[in-house]
């Protein structure tokens, strides 16, 4: 497989261990082994996912399993916009607002319990998360690992995010299924930029 062969793509999945999306995979793995990895492996979604996050490493018609999978091109495409999770997760500040003025439920969950807040905090969507938070958007909503908006911001290093959800109220003691809260998530790998920013550092600890 293109993926496992790929030293660079294989360096940077170890550096998402502390990614809260990628929980599940390494829960498994860990449980399972190879069998595990390799049922992920054949996951069009979890390939997708993937292609997100590492597509400056993966070479372009990459894909995975021996269906073919998802293809995990140097550029995805942008998902198209459908929904308030969706507008959320690619960073469409109008569709997110004119989602907002309709009505939309902005506590609305995907498959693993991801409210539209949690890819905002994710993906670094500042003004999204603006707008939900100003709407009424749940703070503590949990995805199905235990992970707040919060635990999403701290561990994909968005600063930002994690003073605009403090400062709304967001618990610094939440913590999610494996018991790590905000702050252990923004400490547990050096490459984390939190991991060096004292002024935020000092507004997780509990």
């Not at 707040?148 to 290093?157: D, E, I, R, W």
């Amino acid at each position: 497989m293109a993926l496992m062969q790929n030293k660079n793509a294989i360096a940077r999945i170890q550096e998402l261990r502390n990614d809260p999306e990628m929980e599940p995979f390494w829960n498994d793995v860990r449980a399972g082994g190879m069998q595990a990895m390799m049922k992920y492996y054949n996951d069009p979604a979890f390939l997708e996912m993937i292609g997100r996050k590492l597509g400056d490493v993966i070479p372009s018609g990459a894909s995975g399993g021996a269906g073919g999978g998802a293809a995990a091109t140097a550029a995805p495409p942008m998902a198209e916009v459908t929904d308030l999770l969706s507008a959320a997760r690619v960073g469409d500040d109008e569709a997110v607002e004119d989602f907002l003025a309709v009505g939309k439920d902005v506590g609305m969950k995907d498959a693993q319990s991801r409210t539209p807040l949690h890819f905002a905090a994710g993906y670094n969507h500042k003004s999204i998360a603006k707008m939900l938070i100003e709407a009424g958007a749940p703070l503590e909503a949990q995805d199905s690992m235990g992970n707040t908006p919060l635990l999403y911001a701290s561990g994909y290093g968005r600063a930002e995010l994690v003073e605009l959800l403090i400062a709304a109220g967001a618990s610094k003691e939440a913590a999610n299924t494996n018991g790590k809260t905000a702050y252990a998530l923004a400490t547990a790998d050096a490459r984390n930029p939190l991991s060096k920013n004292q002024k935020i550092l000092e507004m997780l600890k509990l």
